[in-house]
């Protein structure tokens, strides 16, 4: 017998909403994608599911939230060939290939940059306008700018910035504002965000046509493993990187922002943790009322079992494999196609709703 992939979780006001009505694509005015790196791979059949035949059913608009491969993730929603932008994605990200040069362990920040630019450039060139200017989907890519020491990326005053950040984070996560400020690139206009600000040392600034392809590759750009994207056109001067640093899993006061309707979120797990510096801050890891309009779709643990390795795909395998590229791709591979079973139960759960299903976030 099979075993089962997907679990269901639910912030309380949408577990009320969903014992009463199920879930209706109608119902979605929000969708989150998280940094994660490799482990956002798990979610490119659920997100060809719910972009290419289950939102189609709806004609609201919804706000695409993403930081890090979520953020591609979500630009990729906005292509005019959803399936195809995301079977492109699924692809390229499985191919990167960073050569490690002799008498290192791993490629250089400017390498693994200049690559990596090069490969958002070849997907989103000359299709920047499907993605900022979509008739229905509002993207917001999610990014960190430095501050003081970090306002710059400096040999010496980055790690000794980011140590400033981890103390301060330490303390009280909205401490970590004085180092880093979330900077959320909005497509199409600039107003109202999906979610309150109170939260977090904030910034709203315009995505263009101009900036998109900037805007991804710092909200991808990992501190010490890819180069700051500095100066975004029509953005505030200074270093920007990786939006999982502030905002790792997108836990986000949607409730108060939304309080009607649902926030669905594809994720890798049940977890949402706050920032990149909170990972080992368990008692963080906690849903909070932020959460409360959240349909959490994630793979159970007895089922990533399944998987290459018992676990899921990891930054770590770039180093793993090595120059060994076959091998992780077929790793990868097999992962991706396994994960055909978590957009089938979730198609079959929409068709047949079981309450018993779904579990309190």
């Not at 014992?19 to 989150?32: E, F, K, M, Q, Y």
């Not at 600034?205 to 101009?210: G, H, P, S």
């Not at 501190?223 to 999982?244: C, M, S």
């Not at 159970?300 to 091998?327: C, I």
């Amino acid at each position: 017998m099979a075993v089962r992939a997907l679990q269901i979780y639910a912030g309380p006001k949408a577990l009320t909403h969903m014992a009463r009505n199920g879930l209706s694509p109608h119902d979605v005015h929000t969708i989150a994608a998280a940094a994660g790196g490799p482990k956002g791979l798990l979610l490119g059949q659920l997100d060809q599911f719910v972009f290419g035949d289950w939102l189609t059913q709806s004609q609201q608009p919804v706000d695409l939230i993403g930081a890090s491969i979520g953020a591609w993730r979500m630009a990729t929603a906005c292509l005019a060939d959803t399936r195809v932008g995301f079977e492109r994605l699924e692809h390229d990200y499985i191919h990167q290939h960073y050569e490690i040069p002799p008498g290192r362990k791993s490629p250089s920040p400017e390498q693994v940059s200049e690559t990596f630019g090069h490969t958002i450039t070849a997907f989103y060139q000359g299709r920047e306008t499907d993605v900022v200017s979509h008739p229905r989907y509002r993207l917001h890519v999610v990014t960190s700018r430095g501050r003081h020491l970090l306002h710059t990326e400096h040999r010496l005053g980055t790690p000794l910035g980011y140590l400033g950040a981890f103390a301060s984070n330490a303390m009280h996560r909205k401490a970590m504002g004085a180092w880093l400020e979330r900077v959320v690139f909005s497509s199409q206009s600039v107003s109202d965000l999906p979610f309150a600000t109170d939260d977090y040392r904030t910034r709203q600034v315009a995505l263009t046509q101009t900036n998109l392809r900037a805007a991804l590759q710092a909200s991808c750009s990992i501190p010490f493993v890819l180069q700051a994207v500095h100066n975004i056109a029509g953005a505030p001067p200074g270093a920007y990187w990786d939006g999982g640093i502030t905002d790792y899993h997108l836990h986000l006061n949607y409730a108060a922002a939304r309080p009607q309707g649902v926030v669905l979120y594809p994720h890798f797990q049940k977890q949402v943790i706050p920032g990149w510096l909170d990972k080992r801050l368990r008692w963080r890891h906690k849903a909070t009322a932020f959460l409360d309009t959240v349909v959490l779709l994630a793979p159970r643990a007895e089922w990533v079992q399944t998987l290459p390795y018992g676990r899921l795909p990891d930054r770590s395998d770039f180093l793993r494999y090595g120059n060994n590229v076959g091998a992780r791709v077929r790793a990868w591979s097999t992962v991706t196609a396994a994960s055909l079973q978590l957009a089938d139960e979730f198609a079959h759960w929409l068709r047949r709703p079981d309450m018993a299903q779904v579990l309190p976030l």
